[in-house]
């Protein structure tokens, strides 16, 4: 009896092998174009509608799929959350790792994993990063009618800023800045959003907002050209064209250690708007997403949809993007110490 149990047992292992070998040879042999063709990738973006990151991803949803083989349909999916760390820890935890779904985050994410961050649930050089559509300069301004012109006037004057999510952006830029160098931000939390936060502006509820370049262009084309709003001071590695005259918040320090940290924060901005994928996901996938995303950058139809809603294009390839990433995490242990320091980890 015992060995007749054997046998069958073996029998019925034999039988379901059969099926399972050519299914995953099947699977295997599957051509790209095979594979895409009649699917719908998700676009997942960590951020409400309305802001510069919900414009990037959507612009690019909308264009990709024609240059990924077998022409998908890429549907946008909003999910905001902890300054975007929830869209990220569902597609490195729960999104399927098979190249159907892609993402934007917010930049600060790899620096955030390495600050031990709570509730980061990811690796981030684990994710396959798919390609830079645009730097993400960041600034913090007031209305012109707020009695504030300079940074150094903050040394003197506290500033209500409008902010979401503390792990967001819009709130670690002038938090840290506030921390290294004494610039009197108040942050009042609690906005949706950008398009919030700035409307908090006009309204008198609120001074000022720190948020990126993009979105005051998208948003309120007339603020910078008709001097409504003051920029005090941007977050970048190189000055931005268009405000040639605001110190970058590195060129603050009073230090060589404050510059570091500055400089560290800042570096988030070169990530920038970026779409990335799942890990574990089949290379020759990653590849021709890769491509696609390249082709995108420069379909005609996508820089003139970006040109006319006012946002700006310098991508930055997959590839490349990677090495960004990795470099980030590879920050001397001394240094991360002193960021964790004055970091908004909560």
Known sequence: MVLYGFRRRCAVTAISLAFVVPSMAQAQSQSIEEFYRGKQLSMIIGYPTGGSNDIYARTVARHIGKHIPGKPTVIPRNMPGGGSLVAANHVFNVAPKDGTTLSLIAPTIPLEERLGV??????????????????????????????????????????????????????????????????????????????????????????GHSTSLEVVRATHPEWLPEKKITPLVQYALKRHPELPEVPMSWELAQSDADRQILRIVASATEVGKMILSTPDTPADRIQALRRAFDATMQDAAFQAELKAQRVELRPLPGEELQKLVLELGSVSPAIVDKVKAIYPLN
């Open 118 to 207: 709570p509730n980061v649930k990811l690796k981030t050089a684990e994710f396959n990063w798919i390609g830079r559509v645009a730097p993400s300069v960041n600034m913090t301004f007031v209305m012109a009618t707020v009695p504030v012109k300079t940074i150094q006037d903050t040394f003197k004057r506290e500033i209500l800023l409008g902010a979401s999510a503390r792990s967001s952006t819009v709130a670690i830029y002038p938090a840290v800045l506030s921390n290294v160098i004494g610039a009197k931000f108040k942050l009042v939390m609690g906005y949706r959003s950008s398009t919030a936060s700035m409307l908090a502006m006009e309204r008198g509820e609120v001074e």
